[in-house]
T-cell receptor, first 114, second 114 residues
Framework: DQQVKQNSPSLSVQEGRISILNCDYT??????FLWYKKYPAEGPTFLIS?????DKNEDGRFTVFLNKSAKHLSLHIVPSQPGDSAVYFC?????????????FGRGTSLIVHP | NAGVTQTPKFQVLKTGQSMTLQCAQD?????MYWYRQDPGMGLRLIYY???????DKGEVPNGYNVSRLNKREFSLRLESAAPSQTSVYFC?????????????FGSGTRLTVV
């Protein structure tokens, strides 16, 4: 059973517009949430994170929002650029066996059209 | 450049053959992880090592073994490869127990078992 769900396998937006990627989780023990970006034939790269004690974190064009009561987080990209076209993974981490262990969603493929 | 190095990048095995995937990080991270990525399945944790000398099973450990050789190196072994193990394998590491600081991934090993 998936603990981290990205229900939209793909998203297509126009350059300059906002991209909103969504993620839902089920485990209340998760205390850190992260977004990763992945290009084909490369490893995932860290994009932005948020602690469970916050509801918003911003880094340039990227903002992550966390709604703990709804167990939902979202990534906003404004404005979207063609170079943002990639697969985005949502991850949630919990303390397990001496380390924070991230659980990943299945990813959302974002295509930004020029 | 600092980061996570995986070898080999590509490998084709015959069913029943064995091989070891190598991973090394030079960031002095305590925790290391092995993931596999399959189409539509996201990243699934195979094994992790919270610190040197410890290893633990993740979500999909069957058919794999790991060795945390020292703080830098974490290897993944397939003793008797099966077609179901055809996948892209990613190694990752994290510092400060990965708490919100992200996980650094290698560029992956694409394994095909025929």
């Amino acid at each position: 059973d998936q603990q981290v769900k990205q229900n939209s396998p793909s998203l297509s937006v126009q350059e300059g517009r906002i991209s909103i990627l969504n993620c839902d989780y089920t485990n209340s023990m998760f205390d850190y949430f992260l977004w990763y970006k992945k290009y084909p034939a490369e490893g995932p790269t860290f994009l932005i994170s948020i602690s469970s004690i916050k509801d918003k974190n911003e880094d340039g064009r990227f903002t992550v929002f966390l709604n703990k009561s709804a167990k939902h987080l979202s990534l906003h990209i404004v404005p979207s650029q063609p170079g943002d076209s990639a697969v985005y993974f949502c991850a949630a981490s919990a303390w397990v066996g001496g380390s924070y262990i991230p659980t990943f969603g299945r990813g959302t493929s974002l295509i930004v059209h020029p | 450049n600092a980061g996570v190095t995986q070898t080999p990048k590509f490998q084709v095995l015959k069913t029943g053959q064995s091989m070891t995937l190598q991973c090394a990080q030079d960031m002095n991270h305590n925790s290391m992880y092995w993931y596999r990525q399959d189409p539509g399945m996201g990243l699934r944790l195979i094994y992790y090592s919270a610190s040197e000398g410890t290893t633990d099973k993740g979500e999909v450990p069957n058919g794999y073994n790991v060795s945390r050789l020292n703080k830098r190196e974490f290897s993944l072994r397939l003793e008797s490869a099966a077609p179901s193990q055809t996948s892209v394998y990613f190694c990752a590491s994290s510092g400060r127990q990965g708490h919100g600081y992200g996980y650094t991934f290698g560029s992956g090993t694409r394994l095909t078992v025929v």
